[in-house]
């Protein structure tokens, strides 16, 4: 079945009912978190002061018969511009089963101004796209494609600060975000502990708990905080160096024996995971299936995990029906993170999620089992991005 058109749209969701009104304000929407920007004091209080404006992005795979799929990732503009004006166009007339074929194409399509980065988000709106559009045409379910359910049900970890909240929803599991980093010194670490405390409490001596770094630390940092942290048995501490920093990362592994270390979200490709599994960098690799090129490129990052022993955690995989289905189907996924993008007192169903998408009950979740990635997306809802 041939691509007769590949193109790059915009998403208007219908108005929702209104919300259940919250308790309070989620974290996010106050808090600082920690980052490779905090030792800039006019950028320190919150990142959102210096992310891009971008927004996203969707991609809308037609096929020769009719049939459509749909991919989504981020960095709006910039990666609109590489589906509209490169890659897309380059693949009408392909066979959209061709998978392999096509992943390899956008792989090498891309070297000209790097593979990595904004040329991967592209990449992976495009390559969920063309699954979703597998799925459609055969009438199945994406994780159907990629072998079948590998579990029944998925054990879901709750990120975010608003713990009190996760463990009234029923996770037994919460990734905090972390504060404070290096330019906070000493006193940094003593909050961050007491934050760390305050969560163990709520969770119990049974529930997980791990910490999110977001690229924010240095090697130093990272270990004075660990053994600050040790007594609280910490399941992993995330993405506390900046991405490529490859030697720091060795070198953390190092001075850390004992801390199991995760990270990977702002990886893009393949090829970096395939280097920390080869060193045995990190314990748990967290590519983001939107960023990193899509289902296609999670396959290869979790075969070279599933050499090495280690575990593959998509960054958000239980927040699009794209982590999800992967996630489903993968055997070296024990867990699914979901970010709870709701304020308190807000059911996870009335929050921010597309129709179609499964949301978690009591800490586990089960995708649609409808074709494709099972979105209920109408045609009428997307208008060219250009």
């Known amino acids: 079945m041939k691509i007769t058109e590949v193109r790059a749209m915009r998403l208007s969701l219908p108005p929702s009912a209104k919300p259940v009104a919250p308790r309070r304000p989620g974290w996010w929407q106050h808090a600082e978190v920690a980052n490779p920007m905090s030792r800039y004091p006019q950028y320190k209080a919150h990142r959102n002061s210096w992310l891009p404006k971008w927004g996203d992005v969707w991609c809308k795979v037609t096929l020769e018969d009719g049939t459509w799929g749909l991919g989504h990732t981020g960095i709006g503009m910039p990666a609109a511009a590489v589906i509209e004006q490169h890659l897309g166009p380059l693949l009408v007339g392909e066979?959209?089963?061709?998978?392999?074929?096509?992943?390899d194409m956008l792989f090498r399509l891309t070297k000209p101004y790097g593979s990595a980065g904004l040329a991967s988000y592209a990449v992976?709106?495009?390559?969920?796209?063309?699954?979703?559009?597998?799925?459609?045409?055969?009438?199945?379910?994406?994780?159907?494609?990629?072998?079948?359910?590998?579990?029944?049900?998925?054990?879901?970890?709750?990120?975010?600060?608003?713990?009190?909240w996760f463990v009234e929803l029923g996770f037994r599991a919460a990734k905090l975000a972390c504060p404070y980093g290096p330019a906070d010194g000493i006193d940094g670490i003593r909050k961050n502990e007491e934050l760390v405390a305050w969560a163990r409490e709520l969770l119990g001596d049974d529930g997980e708990l791990m910490l999110d770094c977001w690229m924010a630390f240095d090697v130093e940092y990272a270990v004075r905080l660990a053994e600050a942290l040790r007594p609280y048995r910490l399941r992993w501490m995330e993405e506390c160096l900046i991405p490529e920093d490859f030697d720091g990362h060795l070198a953390l592994r190092e001075r850390l024996p004992w801390q199991p270390l995760a990270t990977g979200e702002h990886w893009y490709t393949h090829v970096p995971f395939q280097w920390a599994a080869s060193h045995r960098a990190v314990d748990i690799l967290q590519p983001?299936?939107?960023?990193?090129?899509?289902?296609?490129?999670?396959?290869?990052?979790a075969a070279s995990a599933d050499a090495a022993g280690l575990s593959v955690i998509p960054h958000a995989g239980?927040?699009?029906?794209?982590?999800?289905?992967?996630?489903?189907?993968?055997?070296?996924?024990?867990?699914?993170?979901?970010?709870?993008?709701?304020?308190?007192?807000v059911p996870l169903e009335d929050g921010w999620r597309l129709p179609g998408q499964a949301v978690p009950k009591n800490g586990w979740l089960t995708p649609s089992d409808a074709p494709g990635f099972g979105l209920e997306i109408k045609a009428e809802w997307l208008t060219p991005f250009f």
């Not at 066979?95 to 992943?103: F, M, N, S, Y």
């Not at 379910?141 to 990120?159: D, E, N, W």
């Not at 983001?288 to 990052?301: F, M, N, P």
Request: aromatic share 12%; hydrophobic share 40%; charged share 20%.
């Open 95 to 103: 066979d959209a089963l061709a998978a392999e074929k096509i992943a």
């Open 124 to 164: 992976s709106a495009i390559d969920l796209a063309l699954w979703d559009a597998r799925g459609k045409l055969l009438g199945q379910p994406v994780y159907a494609l990629l072998g079948g359910p590998q579990k029944q049900r998925m054990f879901c970890y709750a990120t975010g600060n608003d713990v009190d």
């Open 288 to 301: 983001d299936v939107e960023w990193c090129g899509g289902v296609s490129a999670l396959r290869k990052i």
């Open 318 to 345: 239980g927040n699009t029906v794209f982590g999800q289905h992967f996630s489903y189907a993968s055997a070296s996924t024990p867990w699914c993170e979901f970010f709870v993008g709701s304020d308190p007192g």
